[in-house]
């Protein structure tokens, strides 16, 4: 990482260990509270029948419903769709090293869970390649294998034994979300270290207008492009060196092409505790998370700038001006983690050809999966459609409703994964 002008290396270095053990340790605290196996087995009571699934009570459009796919999973994240129904579920298993797995839910079966690797270091997404083989985002690179043969293809990609260098892992935000281009490029999004810049209370220098790690080629909150080679190149699979597509995007777990127009388009997780460094400002209100169109090159302004360029308390003198807006305004920390677009028009009426977005938030405007209808580069156009509400409605054992991802089948259903009650949903039109 380059350091810039009026900035310690040592310090930062440091200061930044040491905020990462903290956090880290109330991370181990939030999972062990949350963990799936802590909770009842059942986490929905279920009342009648979904397309074949036990069905939930939850709120949907009229004609849709929600049913149970699976439950009991650890802590499940990024979701694949194969050939034939078949979903690859990463299970990260919580915030301590190498306890999670990737499992692939069996339709033929019922959905049975098949374990296909145990010991992995959280891993998060999940991307099906040109070649057909299952990607995987975990903590510091990025791995891949052939679902036919998953043991005997097993290989890494990005870190590892690779031969490319390994993603930094570390911070607030390690968790390794990807996608394939137009081009059959990987991009992926490398969080930041920090909330915004600072850590274990210290402030940036004063009227500073840098911040180390959101400065060089090694930066953070930015995402990367790798240039994969394919069949016909005599490097068939292999990834070459990244450089950085687009900056100041704090965390980039949402990430999602819209193929007609060739746009990439990310959800932001935008910072917290914002009143705690200028009192008149409302946590409760600002700053709100995005949506944005990744052009390559820009710099979104985090942690500099917030909502529509915005500056930060702790930049107050920072001049936003050059900066890119985003596209929307998203609720003020909805998180929206998961983000699907319906590009092959498989969604049912009025839904075909909407973008998806997973509001994992566990305030009032979070737990909600909702629907964007797109203009034709891929932007959103009107106020959003709730496709699944409702969470805090449910009597009994209380689910908490934190959906993370969302992937659509060729039927035009649609999966979510759900953390915090270690389940996996499917939203369908019968």
């Known amino acids: 990482m380059r350091f810039r002008r009026g900035v310690k290396p040592g310090r930062f270095a440091r200061v930044r260990g040491s905020a990462f053990a903290a956090v880290l340790a109330a991370l181990v605290a939030t999972c062990a509270a949350f963990a799936p196996a802590a909770r009842a087995a059942a986490p929905y009571a279920t009342t009648g029948d979904c397309g074949g699934l036990p069905k939930l009570n939850l709120k949907t459009p009229a004609g849709w419903c929600v049913g149970l796919v699976a439950q009991g999973l650890r802590f499940p994240r990024g979701l694949g769709l194969l050939p034939g129904g078949d979903i690859v579920v990463a299970e990260l298993g919580g915030w301590m090293e190498n306890r999670g797995r990737i499992s692939i839910l069996r339709k033929a079966k019922g959905y049975e869970r098949e374990t296909v690797f ?149 959800a932001e997780n935008s910072r917290d505790a914002i009143s705690k460094r200028d009192p008149k400002l409302k946590d409760e209100a600002v700053p709100h998370d995005e949506l944005n169109r990744v052009v390559a090159g820009k710099h979104y302004g985090w942690p500099y700038c917030y909502d529509n360029n915005v500056a930060a308390p702790e930049f107050a003198k920072f001049d936003c001006k050059g900066k890119t807006a985003p596209v929307l305004l998203l609720p003020p920390h909805a998180a929206p983690l998961g983000l699907a677009i319906d590009n092959d028009a498989k969604l049912p009426a009025p839904f075909t050809g909407h973008m998806l977005i997973t509001y994992h938030g566990y305030r009032k405007t979070g737990h909600r999966l909702v629907a964007f209808k797109l203009d034709a580069q891929g932007a959103p156009v009107g106020s959003p459609v709730d496709l699944i509400s409702g969470w805090e409605g449910i009597s009994g054992v209380r689910p908490l409703g934190a959906p993370v991802d969302a992937r659509i089948d060729a039927s035009g259903a649609v999966f979510v994964s759900e953390d915090r009650n270690g389940t996996v949903l499917r939203l369908v039109k019968p």
């Not at 995007?249 to 990310?266: D, E, F, I, K, M």
């Open 118 to 266: 145990e010991g992995l270091n959280q891993p998060h997404g999940v991307a099906i390649g040109p070649d057909k083989r299952v990607y995987i985002g975990v903590l510091g690179g990025v791995l891949r294998f052939d679902p036919a043969n998953p043991q005997g293809t097993r290989e890494d990609v990005i870190g590892g034994k690779s031969g490319v260098a390994a993603i930094p892992g570390m911070g607030l935000h390690p968790l390794v979300s990807l996608v394939f281009d137009t081009k059959g490029d990987l991009l992926l999004n490398l969080g930041s270290v920090t909330d915004n810049c600072v850590v274990s209370g210290t402030e940036p220098e004063p009227n500073a207008t840098t911040c180390a790690e959101a400065g060089g080629q090694e930066s953070h909150g930015v995402i990367r492009r790798y240039p994969m080679h394919w069949p016909g190149d005599g490097k068939a699979g292999k990834a070459g060196a990244f450089t950085v597509e687009a900056s100041g995007l704090r965390n980039s777990l949402g990430l999602a092409v819209h193929r007609a127009s060739n746009t990439l388009w990310q």
